[in-house]
């Protein structure tokens, strides 16, 4: 497996993987890939990808796309789930079904870390519902939680 920066071209698998996110729980029905595409609150992290200041990775095996994570700059006025300042971008991350648990996912995490850190950012915040393993999975690579919703924990790692 690799890890290789994300492009324009790679803009329906990163829908794919925002419609994995989205959908994390198998306890729910589950969302269309056109609601999540047309909802404002989840369209907006991918909606004109790549913008000029997003940020992404993709993971490839056998040049199959298997999981991508990127970064995304939000504003106040039309914060993401995970806001904390517009000088942090949150992170949205999804893997193939069938990839999970195999590493992909920490490979991701790593990579886009080493993206940020290049391009000089100091922070990456993310939103996770405290029932997503992937909680645990941010805590065990250095994200902490700054904020505490109903169900969800907004947490930040610093670079
Ligand atoms: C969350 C996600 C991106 C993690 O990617 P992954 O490739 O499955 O993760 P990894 O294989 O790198 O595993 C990371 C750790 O989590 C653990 N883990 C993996 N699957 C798990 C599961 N179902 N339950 C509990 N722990 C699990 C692994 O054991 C591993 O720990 P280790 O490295 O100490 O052994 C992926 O599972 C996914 O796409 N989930 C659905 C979408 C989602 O929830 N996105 C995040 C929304 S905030």
Known sequence: M????????????LADMLVEAVNWSPEWKRKSRRRVLAAPNTAHYLAGWP???DLGVVAESSGEPVGAAWLRFFSAEAPGYGFVAADVPELTIGVVASWRGRGVGR???AGVEASARGCGIGRI???????NFARELYLAVGYEVVGRGVDSDTMVKVL
């Not at 690799?2 to 698998?13: E, K, L, M, Q, Y």
């Not at 915040?125 to 029932?131: G, M, Q």
Request: proline share 4%; aromatic share 8%; charged share 30%.
């Open 2 to 13: 690799i890890v290789r920066p994300a492009g324009r071209s790679d803009f329906g698998f």
């Open 51 to 53: 913008l000029e200041d």
């Open 107 to 109: 490979a991701l995490l």
């Open 125 to 131: 915040s993310l939103s996770v519902e405290r029932k």
